[in-house]
């Protein structure tokens, strides 16, 4: 008898040790498992569909047969009317440079003699020239930084009038009297030597382009209704031609010009539907633009010829021909996730698992977008009449994108 006591006390000894040390290991289990996180962000995606475009518009060309230096007086995509003068020929480099610098040169005489006739008012808003003087002063920094100085100069007029202006309102002492008439004097003697030997104007209404392409006789509006898949392809493989003797640019004419692009069919129903859609020529998205649709044609079983009209231009749309673009279908704004952390529970509901300290709770997806490397989700929203099974996922939670055995309402180590 006592031999049987003494084997059941080394059996409950040893099944309190194994008891322990299955739960230390639990423990430790749980407490030493590294769990990866990152926070939820707000952003805007947008679907597109990639495109090859070819952008139909009516030019005429400008031409000249006066020998010698030409100098743009519009600006590229600037609209210009029927006479107006557009650009200037000059018989040498000095009286071309000349007219250039004297032209730059009154541009800031304009401003010093705007700063002179400030001196008289006092009713200056000075809270609103503050914001408009910092605008200004972020101009200049994004040009510097964007290596772009074609608007340098009027932002650094623009910034110098306004600073002056807040040192009058400020009852500072500004007098422009010596640089008026110093600018005064320097654009007369540039003046006299800066005699142009033709003006060249405007032959109609439309939009200045100081260069051609080559392409400006390839396809027309008058091109547009009848176009053909076989006839864009032709554009597409066209050769550029020479420009002409004594070309100086090009007027666009017209307010409305065109894209023409082939996609699949069974996204056509995509784009169609809206008044509008956005076409983006640029990897940045700067160059977006809202088009209409104009026309849609079947090509074949699979694909479609779709013509978007647009009325907008401005100095880098002048410059598309041939594009690689996207087409905007659609923009998602919302929750984005990291596609590693979407998970599914037991009924097949998506969602993602929120560290708040150490407790791991389950959270609800709404999802409206996917991509290979995230989704984009509603953002919880009171007046929704979408039920969730679970408290939806928030701004700013942060979900674990990598662990193993996660449950709800389980402990984590940190």
Same mark, same amino acid.
Not at 214 to 232: C, F, I, M
Not at 290 to 299: D, F, N, R
């Given at each position: 008898?006592?031999?049987?006591?003494?084997?059941?006390?080394?059996?409950?000894?040893?099944?309190?040790?194994?008891?322990?040390?299955?739960?230390? &290991?639990? !423990? =430790?289990?749980?407490?030493?498992? #590294?769990?990866? /996180?990152? +926070?939820?962000?707000?952003? *805007? %995606?947008?679907?597109?569909?990639? &495109?090859? !475009? =070819?952008?139909?518009?009516?030019? #005429?060309?400008? /031409?000249? +047969?006066?020998?010698?230096? *030409? %100098?743009?007086?519009?600006?590229?995509?600037?609209?210009?009317?029927?006479?107006?003068?557009?650009?200037?020929?000059?018989?040498?480099?000095?009286?071309?440079?000349?007219?250039?610098?004297?032209?730059?040169?009154?541009?800031?005489?304009?401003?010093?003699?705007?700063?002179?006739?400030?001196?008289?008012?006092?009713?200056?808003?000075?809270?609103?020239?503050?914001?408009?003087?910092?605008?200004?002063?972020?101009?200049?920094?994004?040009?510097?930084?964007?290596?772009?100085?074609?608007?340098?100069?009027?932002?650094?007029?623009?910034?110098?009038?306004?600073?002056?202006?807040?040192?009058?309102?400020?009852?500072?002492?500004?007098?422009?009297?010596?640089?008026?008439?110093?600018?005064?004097?320097?654009?007369?003697?540039?003046?006299?030597?800066?005699?142009?030997?033709?003006?060249?104007?405007?032959?109609?209404?439309?939009?200045?382009?100081?260069?051609?392409?080559?392409?400006?006789?390839?396809?027309?509006?008058?091109?547009?209704?009848?176009?053909?898949?076989?006839?864009?392809?032709?554009?597409?493989?066209?050769?550029?031609?020479?420009?002409?003797?004594?070309?100086?640019?090009?007027?666009?004419?017209?307010?409305?010009?065109?894209?023409?692009?082939?996609?699949?069919?069974?996204?056509?129903?995509?784009?169609?539907?809206?008044?509008?859609?956005?076409?983006?020529?640029?990897?940045?998205?700067?160059?977006?633009?809202?088009?209409?649709?104009?026309?849609?044609?079947?090509?074949?079983?699979?694909?479609?010829?779709?013509?978007?009209?647009?009325?907008?231009?401005?100095?880098?749309?002048?410059?598309?021909?041939?594009?690689?673009?996207?087409?905007?279908?659609?923009?998602?704004?919302?929750?984005?996730?990291?596609?590693?952390?979407?998970?599914?529970?037991?009924?097949?509901?998506?969602?993602?698992?929120?560290?708040?300290?150490?407790?791991?709770?389950?959270?609800?997806?709404?999802?409206?977008?996917?991509?290979?490397?995230?989704?984009?989700?509603?953002?919880?929203?009171?007046?929704?009449?979408?039920?969730?099974?679970?408290?939806?996922?928030?701004?700013?939670?942060?979900?674990?994108?990598?662990?193993?055995?996660?449950?709800?309402?389980?402990?984590?180590?940190?």
């Amino acid at each position: 008898m006592k031999g049987n006591e003494r084997l059941l006390k080394i059996l409950a000894a040893a099944a309190a040790v194994i008891i322990v040390i299955y739960f230390a &290991a639990e !423990m =430790y289990s749980l407490t030493s498992r #590294t769990y990866t /996180s990152e +926070t939820i962000y707000e952003q *805007t %995606v947008l679907e597109t569909i990639d &495109a090859k !475009m =070819y952008v139909i518009r009516d030019e #005429t060309l400008l /031409s000249t +047969t006066s020998s010698g230096v *030409t %100098v743009p007086l519009a600006e590229n995509g600037e609209r210009v009317s029927k006479g107006s003068t557009i650009a200037a020929v000059f018989p040498s480099e000095a009286s071309a440079e000349n007219y250039v610098n004297a032209k730059s040169l009154s541009k800031k005489l304009e401003s010093y003699q705007k700063i002179s006739s400030q001196l008289k008012y006092d009713n200056v808003d000075v809270n609103k020239l503050n914001d408009e003087i910092g605008k200004d002063f972020i101009s200049m920094l994004d040009s510097a930084y964007c290596n772009d100085y074609s608007n340098l100069a009027d932002y650094k007029l623009s910034f110098a009038e306004k600073l002056s202006r807040k040192q009058i309102s400020l009852n500072r002492d500004v007098d422009c009297s010596a640089q008026i008439s110093e600018l005064q004097n320097e654009i007369s003697a540039l003046n006299s030597g800066s005699s142009p030997s033709e003006i060249i104007t405007a032959e109609a209404a439309g939009y200045y382009v100081s260069k051609v392409d080559g392409y400006e006789n390839v396809l027309t509006v008058a091109d547009v209704d009848s176009l053909t898949k076989e006839r864009l392809d032709e554009a597409f493989e066209a050769e550029k031609s020479k420009a002409p003797a004594g070309s100086i640019g090009k007027i666009i004419d017209g307010y409305n010009w065109y894209v023409a692009a082939v996609i699949e069919s069974a996204r056509v129903s995509e784009i169609s539907d809206g008044k509008t859609v956005d076409l983006i020529f640029s990897e940045n998205g700067e160059d977006t633009v809202t088009t209409y649709i104009h026309s849609v044609k079947a090509v074949d079983s699979e694909n479609s010829l779709v013509v978007f009209r647009c009325n907008l231009m401005n100095e880098s749309l002048t410059g598309l021909r041939m594009v690689d673009g996207k087409i905007v279908i659609n923009d998602y704004t919302g929750l984005k996730v990291s596609r590693d952390a979407v998970r599914l529970d037991e009924e097949g509901n998506s969602g993602v698992f929120v560290r708040r300290g150490n407790i791991v709770n389950f959270r609800s997806l709404n999802i409206l977008y996917s991509e290979e490397d995230f989704v984009i989700a509603s953002k919880p929203s009171e007046n929704s009449d979408i039920k969730l099974p679970y408290t939806h996922a928030k701004l700013y939670d942060e979900v674990i994108i990598s662990g193993k055995e996660l449950k709800d309402g389980m402990v984590i180590g940190r």
